[in-house]
């Protein structure tokens, strides 16, 4: 069993839809991570909050909102996705580095289908 | 920019036999290496955390090394069983400062064969 909780399991929606992926750790992580993964290619990093911060955006486009409300929870907002962004997103959270080296611990995952 | 490369992008033995699974990655600047596990559909499970001041990890029948000079990484597989088929990922922690994401390679789909 995972640690980390990302609901839906599994989502499809159309492209004029608005969405949100929601994730969640009680581990008391201070890190947490969206990624995305498209078929048969590995994860690639979407964003990173540090202490309910954004720290990074690799370039996303803005159809993607993410949102940290508290330490424990993550959001990703969706609006006017393109089918393009069908894939399976992938929650993560560690301490914080300066906590030491801390692996990442994974949801299993919201896959997403844009009609 | 890091870039991780596994080798080899896929592998298929038969139950009980010995495998190695080999990463390498091109910036030695490293926090770290993890080594984790996929099943098809699923999340990633992490097998293994090799601190960059560490040469190696050790789980059950799993052992990984490191060579952070050479920017080498390989997972040993012992006794290979069919529950073991998965892509096997491995990815490094290589920016500096706070929080950071992970850097994959491709993967090493592997099937043990019953």
């Known amino acids: 069993d995972t640690e980390v909780t990302q609901t839906p399991k599994h989502l499809v929606m159309g492209m004029t839809n608005k969405k949100s992926l929601k994730c969640e750790q009680h581990?008391?992580?201070?890190?947490m991570y969206w990624y995305k993964q498209k078929a048969k290619k590995p994860p690639e990093l979407m964003f990173v909050?540090?202490?309910?911060?954004?720290?990074i955006n690799e370039s996303v486009p803005s159809r993607f909102s993410p949102e940290c409300p508290n330490s424990s929870l993550l959001n990703l907002h969706l609006h006017a996705l393109q089918p393009e962004d069908s894939a399976l997103y992938l929650c993560?959270?560690?301490?914080?580095?300066?906590?030491?080296?801390?692996?990442?611990?994974f949801g299993d995952g919201t896959r997403l289908s844009i009609l | 920019k890091q870039e991780v490369t596994q080798i080899p992008a896929a592998l298929s033995v038969p139950e009980g036999e010995n495998l190695v699974l080999n990463c390498s990655f091109t910036?030695?600047?490293?926090?770290?290496l993890q080594w984790f596990r996929q099943d098809p559909g699923k999340g990633l499970t992490s097998l293994l955390l090799?601190?960059?001041?560490?040469r190696e990890q050790t789980s059950g029948r799993l052992n990984a090394s490191l060579d952070k000079s050479s920017g080498r990484s390989t997972l040993y597989i012992a006794a290979s069983q069919p529950g073991d088929s998965a892509t096997y990922l491995c990815?490094?922690?290589?920016?500096?400062?706070?929080?950071?994401?992970?850097?994959f390679g491709k993967g090493t789909h592997l099937i043990i064969q019953p």
């Open positions: 990815a490094v922690d290589g920016r500096g400062g706070g929080a950071d994401g992970l850097t």
């Open positions: 993560a959270s560690s301490q914080d580095r300066d906590r030491g080296y801390q692996p990442q611990h």
């Open positions: 090799i601190q960059s001041s560490q």
């Open positions: 909050y540090s202490y309910e911060k954004l720290s």
């Open positions: 910036d030695s600047a490293i926090y770290n």
């Open positions: 581990m008391g992580h201070r890190a």
